[in-house]
């Protein structure tokens, strides 16, 4: 019988996002913003009374949260989220235990088991940085180096995936992982959480967007179907 392990942060008001200045050099924010569009009160009068309603209304911007990036959101003709296939985002997966490494560093090829199979599977490096989830420490973390990019995209990965707000270093304008992974059509999730729950585990990974036309990246419900 399967378990269903719950990968994902909560989609909550005024939840943390990405930071990014603008063309003024005003940092802004991203967020989400939850109200109610319709209440229960506000409907009940068109029920008669016999029944009420919420309807909600949500703002977002659509990398934030536990997310998954397309490759338009990198490339202005690279497919976006509405053009994935449901068996691209649900994969053989694996998770790499990287937990040891400290804010700003990076990690080489060195950190993959001898032996590891990575072809056709997502791959999920634990940073263990979902603990400074809403903490400004979260917005200093570790990071994948371009020798690893290039290893996994030559190994045959599917999807990469990473616990933290960001796969590549604030602090590199190229945005290597960004840059090659979608590229290479291989599909990038971040702000992953719980993945040390994954250890020794055989598992497959859901990372099911909404089917949403020209949109660069969504939101997403990501989980591990573990056997």
Not at 46 to 69: H, M, P, R
Not at 74 to 88: A, H, L, M, V
Not at 163 to 187: Q, V, Y
């Amino acid at each position: 019988m399967s378990t269903f392990i719950d990968l994902s942060h909560y989609f909550e008001d005024g939840m943390p996002g990405f930071r990014m200045k603008d063309e003024f050099g005003k940092l802004i924010q991203y967020t989400a913003q939850i109200k109610p569009f319709l209440t229960h009160e506000q409907s009940a009068p068109n029920y008669e009374g016999k029944a009420c309603f919420e309807i909600t209304e949500i703002t977002f911007q659509t990398s934030i949260g536990t997310y998954l990036d397309s490759p338009y959101h990198r490339y202005p003709k690279g497919r976006d989220i509405s053009e994935i296939q449901i068996n691209e985002v649900i994969l053989p997966g694996v998770v790499v235990d990287v937990r040891d490494k400290e804010k700003f560093e990076s990690i080489g090829v060195n950190i993959i088991p001898n032996g590891l199979d990575l072809n056709g599977k997502a791959v999920l490096f634990n940073f263990g940085w979902d603990k400074h989830w809403g903490e400004e420490e979260y917005y200093s973390y570790p990071y994948i180096s371009e020798e690893l990019i290039n290893f996994l995209i030559n190994s045959g990965v599917k999807l990469v995936g990473v616990d933290t707000i960001n796969i590549d270093s604030s602090k590199n304008p190229e945005r290597p992982a960004h840059t090659l992974f979608l590229k290479n059509e291989i599909f990038i999730v971040e702000n992953l959480t719980s993945l040390e729950k994954l250890y020794d585990h055989d598992f497959r990974f859901f990372a099911v967007p909404l089917k949403a036309k020209k949109t660069a990246a969504m939101s997403i419900r990501a989980f591990a179907e573990v056997k």
